[in-house]
C-alpha cells in the first residue's frame, strides 16, 4: 500500500496555558477549532472548522491512519460550510467535539501549535511538526514545564474525544 501525505508530530503537555502577554509579543496567531469525530469507516475521519481573529471560518475533512510512534498519514481537503453540515450528521455518537483554541507561534525553523482546550478543561498540547522522525526539539522557555506525550494514546485527539476518556493529572 502506497502512503500519502505524512504527518511527523511531537506532542508535549503543559504544566498551564502561555500567557496572553507570551503569546502577543510571539506574534502567535489564534484560531478557534471544532473537530467532530465521524463514524467509521473508514477510520480516522474527522471535520473541523476553523474561525480566524478576523472572524473567516474554513472547514476540513482530514482522514489519519497511524503508521508509527510519530508517524501518521494524513490527507485534508477543504470542504464548504454545506458539506460540513452533512457530515456533522455522521458524527461518531462515542464522541464529543473537541473544542478547542489553537495558539500558532513561530520557532526558529519549527512551528508551535498550542492547543488549549475547552474539555478536558486545564488541558493544554504543543505539537511541532517535523520534517523527520531524528528532528530534535527544544520548547522555549517561556512555555514552562513540558511533559512529552508524543506516544502516549491517550493524548491523541481522537481519544480525547471519547465519551469516557479521563485524562491523567499533570
Given at each position: 500500500m502506497t502512503e500519502g501525505p505524512l504527518e511527523i508530530e511531537r506532542k508535549y503537555r503543559l504544566a498551564h496555558p502561555p500567557s496572553p502577554d507570551d503569546l502577543s509579543v510571539?506574534?502567535?496567531?489564534?484560531f478557534r477549532l471544532e473537530q467532530v469525530?465521524?463514524?467509521?469507516?473508514?477510520?480516522?475521519?474527522?471535520i473541523r472548522r476553523i474561525e480566524a481573529p478576523?472572524?473567516?471560518?474554513?472547514?476540513?475533512?482530514?482522514?489519519?491512519?497511524?503508521?508509527r510512534d510519530l508517524v501518521r498519514e494524513e490527507v485534508e481537503i477543504e470542504i464548504d460550510a454545506a458539506e460540513y453540515q452533512r457530515l456533522v450528521a455522521e458524527a461518531d455518537?462515542?464522541?464529543?467535539?473537541?473544542?478547542?483554541?489553537?495558539?500558532?507561534?513561530?520557532?526558529?525553523?519549527?512551528?508551535?501549535?498550542?492547543?488549549?482546550?475547552?474539555?478536558?478543561?486545564?488541558?493544554?498540547?504543543?505539537?511541532?511538526e517535523l520534517a523527520s522522525e531524528t528532528e530534535s526539539v527544544e520548547l522555549p522557555e517561556w512555555?514552562?514545564?513540558?511533559r512529552d506525550v508524543s506516544t502516549d494514546p491517550?493524548?491523541?485527539?481522537?481519544?480525547?474525544?471519547?465519551?469516557?476518556?479521563?485524562?491523567?493529572?499533570y
Open positions: 510571539r506574534g502567535a496567531r489564534s469525530y465521524l463514524a467509521e469507516p473508514p477510520p480516522g475521519r474527522r478576523d472572524g473567516a471560518v474554513s472547514h476540513r475533512l482530514t482522514t489519519k491512519r497511524h503508521l455518537p462515542g464522541r464529543h467535539p473537541i473544542r478547542k483554541t489553537r495558539h500558532v507561534v513561530a520557532h526558529g525553523a519549527q512551528q508551535l501549535e498550542i492547543d488549549v482546550f475547552e474539555e478536558p478543561a486545564g488541558l493544554v498540547l504543543v505539537e511541532v512555555l514552562g514545564k513540558a491517550r493524548y491523541a485527539n481522537a481519544n480525547l474525544a471519547l465519551r469516557a476518556a479521563i485524562v491523567p493529572r
